[in-house]
C-alpha cells in the first residue's frame, strides 16, 4: 500500500492485538502492556503521518515502549548465577555492533539536534536486549523462543527504520519492517500471554 494508506491501515493492526490480547487475558491485562501498545499505536500513526519530522517523538515513543517492555519482563529474571557461554558472548557482541554501526551510519544524515534522541533509543534498544538475554540464557520457560524471535526483529525493524528513511527508501524493505514489526509484538504478546513467571522448562527436568 501507499504511505497513505499505511497510515490508516497499520494502527488496525495493534487495535486487533490490543483485542486479542484482552481477550486472551480474560480481561486481565497487564497495564503495561496496554501501556505499550498506546505508545505503539502512536508509532505506527505517526511513522507514516511525518517520520522525519517528528523524529523526536517517535524515539521517545519507541523509547517509551521498550523501557514498558523491560518492566513487564522484570518479573521473568530468575536470580541465579548466569554462565556466560562463547556464542553468548559472539551474539552480544553482534547486537551492540549492530547498534553502533546503524548510529554510526545515521550520524551524517540526520541533524544533529536529533542525535541525543537516536543514542537515547540506541541505549533503550540495547537494555531491552539485554534484558531478553538475560531471560533466555537461563532457558526457565518453554515459550523463551518467542521472546528471542521478537527481539531479534525488533533490533531489526528498529535499526532499519532510519536507515529506510534517510539512507536508502525502498519499498521492499517497508514491508519488511512493517511485517517484523507486527511480529515482533505479536510473539512478545504471546509470550506474556502463555508463560507464567519462573514456570519451568519441563525439557529441562
Known amino acids: ?5 499505511l497510515l490508516y491501515t497499520s494502527p ?3 487495535v486487533t492485538m490490543l483485542l486479542k490480547y484482552i481477550n486472551l487475558t480474560k480481561y486481565k491485562a497487564d497495564p503495561l ?3 505499550a501498545l498506546i505508545a505503539i499505536f502512536c508509532v505506527n500513526f505517526i511513522s507514516f503521518y511525518g ?14 515502549y521498550l523501557l514498558l517492555y523491560c518492566l513487564i519482563l522484570k518479573k521473568y529474571i530468575v536470580k ?9 558472548s559472539i551474539g552480544s557482541l553482534l ?8 548510529v554510526t551510519l545515521l550520524m551524517d544524515y540526520i541533524q544533529r539536534s536529533n542525535l541525543f534522541y537516536m543514542i537515547l533509543c540506541a541505549s533503550c534498544l540495547l537494555i531491552y536486549t539485554l534484558v531478553i538475554a538475560k531471560i533466555y540464557v537461563k532457558n526457565n520457560y518453554q515459550h523463551g ?3 528471542l524471535a521478537s527481539g531479534i526483529l525488533s533490533i531489526f525493524h528498529i535499526g ?12 521492499t524493505f517497508t514491508i519488511l519492517i512493517i511485517i517484523s514489526h507486527f511480529v515482533s509484538v505479536y510473539l512478545f504478546m504471546m509470550f506474556i500471554t502463555e508463560t507464567t513467571p519462573k514456570q519451568k522448562n519441563f525439557y529441562n527436568n
Not at 517520520?51 to 517509551?64: K, P, Q
Not at 547486537?95 to 546503524?102: L, P
Open 1 to 5: 500500500m501507499e504511505r497513505k494508506m
Open 12 to 14: 488496525v493492526v495493534i
Open 33 to 35: 502492556f496496554l501501556l
Open 51 to 64: 517520520y522525519s519530522n517528528y523524529f523526536r517523538t517517535l524515539t521517545l515513543l519507541t523509547c517509551s
Open 80 to 88: 541465579s548465577k548466569y554462565s556466560i557461554s562463547v556464542s553468548v
Open 95 to 102: 547486537v551492540v555492533y549492530i547498534i553502533y554501526s546503524v
Open 145 to 147: 523462543t518467542l521472546l
Open 160 to 171: 532499519l527504520s532510519p536507515i529506510n528513511e534517510y539512507f536508502f527508501y525502498n519499498k
